[in-house]
């Protein structure tokens, strides 16, 4: 199976961080702590768009963030969160993390989102930090940094549109005349031997995904001349272009050949065969088609639209795209949609805290415990003097002297290293 791929940055917003103020007014000369927290970060969020058919904007823009918070001020003020960050894809799109392979979301339901990236919380302001033996708190929280994933886009929709018919009935003459694919072309069966894909622009927002199926002939339900690897990839178009050799240049009959194709695609599912058609009549230049198109058209009782093509010339071919782009707005996708999953990263729990060792460095890890150092100014004595409050009142520092942390020794949390001093 094709699968259209692509790999993106994005950046969720940082928390804005709180502000240290005081509450200065003419008749109150003792005003206590005014400072106001900090704006919560944007989130990164991917949605489902069902107007979009490919990842190739994915191809021009690789990095994405969303808006940081604002900044608390005094007088209680909070400060604006910041703005959060659509991405839109098509509907199938499979959501991973880059690094690890670890599935976030299979999205199948259009209009559908999930959240890829969470802004940072604001950071409190110090009027948060007020209590009556700490009146005149001179510090406030910095803002949560957002998160930043790599991530692996695989789009699992071969096509919108497929071509299909017997080899050299001119199914790769077709796609390179309507779209920048450029296949091999040459006058021999099984010229193409992997499906093709094709992007056919007809106006703007309208377009699609035209794949030209290698040739099929009979028994290929059977798995003959690669059949099954060429039918799987019918499965996932929602609308079928018959292209038949109407001139008979191998010498064959053009009914025979649009009804062993058929058989072929009822033998390997039942619901191919019921896929929408359209017929392209090709080779319409040459001597002998239009008699053949006569009695095709008076065998075919009207089941299935047919459109008189050139693939040569490319006349008829704008008709049949603008068909082909009408019936696509009104189908739905071929796969039975029922519900999107979500697989949250471990990146987006919440952790309990541990402790291991690296050498002489005792390592904490855990989420929250990250957090708290992330969010404090650690050039401010009296913030630094309220986390150690904090670690002990998580129990960290019996968990450290439990490891076997002694004076002096190195801790680490997330980025930052400490000496250990015992409280």
């Not at 703005?83 to 499979?94: D, K, M």
């Not at 989102?113 to 929280?141: D, I, L, W, Y």
Request: glycine share 12%; proline share 5%.
């Amino acid at each position: 199976m094709f699968v259209d791929e692509a790999v993106i940055e994005v950046r969720a917003g940082g928390g804005g961080n709180g502000c240290v103020s005081f509450r200065r007014e003419k008749y109150v000369p003792r005003g206590g702590p005014d400072g106001g927290d900090g704006g919560r970060g944007g989130d990164v969020i991917i949605q489902v768009d069902r107007n979009l058919r490919t990842l190739m904007d994915f191809r021009y823009r690789r990095n994405y963030a969303a808006g940081r918070g604002e900044h608390g001020q005094g007088s209680h003020k909070t400060g604006k969160d910041g703005e959060s960050l659509i991405i839109r894809v098509p509907t199938g799109t499979v959501v991973k993390d880059f690094n690890t392979g670890e599935m976030i979301a299979d999205l199948k339901v259009p209009g559908k989102e999930v959240v890829v990236a969470r802004g940072g919380k604001g950071g409190r302001g110090n009027a948060r930090f007020a209590t009556s033996t700490r009146q005149a708190p001179r510090f406030a929280e910095k803002g949560e940094p957002g998160e930043k994933r790599i991530l692996k886009l695989e789009l699992k929709l071969l096509a919108d549109v497929g071509l299909v018919g017997f080899p050299n009935a001119g199914k790769s003459t077709i796609l390179s005349r309507v779209s920048a694919a450029r296949p091999k072309i040459a006058d021999y069966p099984f010229t193409t031997r992997t499906p093709i894909l094709g992007m056919v622009y007809l106006e703007e927002d309208k377009s699609f995904v035209l794949a030209d199926i290698p040739g099929l002939i009979e028994g290929a339900h059977r798995g003959a001349g690669l059949g099954h690897q060429f039918l799987r990839h019918v499965e996932r178009t929602r609308l079928l272009i018959h292209v038949v050799d109407m001139a008979a240049v191998e010498g064959r009959d053009p009914r025979k050949d649009f009804l062993v194709v058929n058989e072929e695609l009822r033998k390997y599912h039942p619901l191919l065969a019921e896929r929408p058609q359209l017929v392209a009549a090709n080779k319409m230049d040459l001597p002998g088609a239009k008699d053949n198109l006569t009695r095709f058209c008076q065998q075919q009782e009207d089941k299935y639209p047919i459109f008189p093509v050139c693939a040569l010339t490319g006349e008829g071919l704008k008709e049949l795209m603008w068909e082909a782009a009408r019936r696509l707005e009104q189908s739905m996708p071929v796969e039975e949609i029922t519900s999107d999953s979500f697989i949250p990263s471990k990146s987006m729990k919440e952790e309990l805290w541990q402790i291991r060792r690296e050498g002489q460095i005792f390592v904490i890890e855990g989420k929250s415990v990250e957090r708290l150092v992330a969010m404090t100014d650690l050039e401010n004595p009296e913030a630094i003097h309220h986390l150690h409050k904090t670690f002990q009142r998580l129990g960290l520092e019996r968990a450290l002297k439990k490891a076997g942390v002694k004076q002096g020794d190195t801790v680490r949390v997330g980025s930052v290293e400490f000496e250990y001093i015992p409280g």
